[in-house]
């Protein structure tokens, strides 16, 4: 199930649901019921909450990895 919260999103002169949906939120249809609105008209000043969801869709693990350490090669050196 999708997690979503939102923005408070000011509509400005030319601005339809569906522009700010695509540029925010899933859908026109979400912008519409998270404000319970009663149609797609919208007026420049209307500040109107904008969903923003996001679906999990994988488990993150984090990398796990091994490194191995060798002994430096021991160099003699001759004493004088």
């Not at 026109?28 to 109107?48: P, R």
């Not at 996001?54 to 050196?77: D, E, G, M, N, Y």
């Amino acid at each position: 199930a999708p997690n979503c919260d939102a923005i408070v999103y000011i509509v400005t002169k030319g601005d339809t649901l569906e522009s700010i949906a695509t540029t925010f939120s899933p859908n026109t249809d979400a912008i519409v019921e998270w404000n319970h609105l009663q149609s797609n008209a919208i007026e420049a000043g209307n500040k109107i909450e904008v969903p923003i969801c996001f679906t999990p869709s994988a488990t993150v693990r984090p990398a796990t990895f091994t490194v191995t350490f060798s002994p430096a090669p021991l160099i003699a050196s001759s004493l004088p």
